[in-house]
C-alpha cells in the first residue's frame, strides 16, 4: 500500500489540466495570477520559487482546483455504517415518499444500518449550487453569495436533535471556506 494515494491524485491534476486546456480564458488567468506572485516574490528577492504560502494566497489556483475536485470527485461515493447505540430519526432535505404513500421529513436510521452518500450527487445538487451546478466554472468560489450575504443564507435543519426526534432548530448555511468563524484556505476549507 506505499502508492495508495497516486492514483487519486494524479486522476485529479489529470482532469485539471483537461480542463484548463478546454477553457483557455480560464487558463490564461490562471497563468496570470501565477506569474503575478512570481514576479512579486522575484522583486522581493525572496525567491523564483513559491512558497507553501503563497500557494495557499492564490485565491484562482484555489478556486480551479476547488471546482474540479467538487465536479470530478476521485470517490464519487461515500459509504459509513451507523453506529450509536440506538434508532435515531435523521432529518431529510426535502420531503420524501415513504412506502405507504405517505410523505415524511425524517427517516428512522437504526443502528448498524449501511449508509450511501453520493458525493457526486451532492457536488452537482441545484438546489444547492445553481442553475449551472454542472458546469465547471471555477469563479463560483471567488466570491460565495452567503459570505456577501449571510442573512440571506438558507436554512437547513441540524441532523440530530435530542434522544430519538427529528431536528427542530434552524441553522444558517454554511459559508463557503469558513468554519467556526475562521476562513480556512486551500482545498479542504469546507470540509
Not at 483557455?24 to 513559491?50: C, K, M, Y
Not at 465547471?136 to 436554512?155: D, F
Request: proline letters at 6%; hydrophobic letters at 40%; a positive charge.
Amino acid at each position: 500500500m506505499a502508492f495508495a494515494g497516486f492514483d487519486t491524485i494524479t486522476s485529479a491534476l489529470a482532469r485539471c489540466v483537461y480542463l484548463l486546456a478546454q477553457h483557455p480564458h480560464t487558463q490564461a488567468r490562471l497563468r496570470s495570477e501565477i506569474r503575478d506572485a512570481i514576479n512579486f516574490s522575484v522583486n522581493q528577492n525572496i525567491t523564483s520559487e513559491l512558497s507553501y504560502d503563497v500557494l495557499m494566497n492564490l485565491p484562482f489556483l484555489d478556486s480551479v482546483v476547488k471546482e474540479t475536485l467538487c465536479l470530478y470527485s476521485s470517490f464519487p461515493l461515500m459509504s459509513r455504517t451507523y453506529v450509536p447505540l440506538s434508532t435515531r430519526l435523521l432529518s431529510l432535505y426535502a420531503s420524501a415518499r415513504s412506502r405507504s404513500g405517505v410523505y415524511t421529513s425524517s427517516a428512522a436510521v437504526p443502528q448498524g444500518t449501511f449508509i450511501v452518500i453520493s458525493i457526486l450527487a451532492a457536488n452537482r445538487h441545484r438546489e444547492m449550487w445553481g442553475a449551472d451546478a454542472n458546469e465547471w466554472r471555477p469563479e463560483r468560489w471567488l466570491s460565495s453569495p452567503l459570505a456577501a450575504h449571510p442573512s440571506q443564507a438558507q436554512a437547513v435543519s441540524a441532523p440530530f436533535t435530542g434522544e430519538n426526534a427529528a431536528p427542530s432548530s434552524r441553522q444558517p448555511a454554511p459559508v463557503l471556506g469558513v468554519k467556526d468563524g475562521v476562513r480556512f484556505l486551500g482545498v479542504y476549507s469546507n470540509m
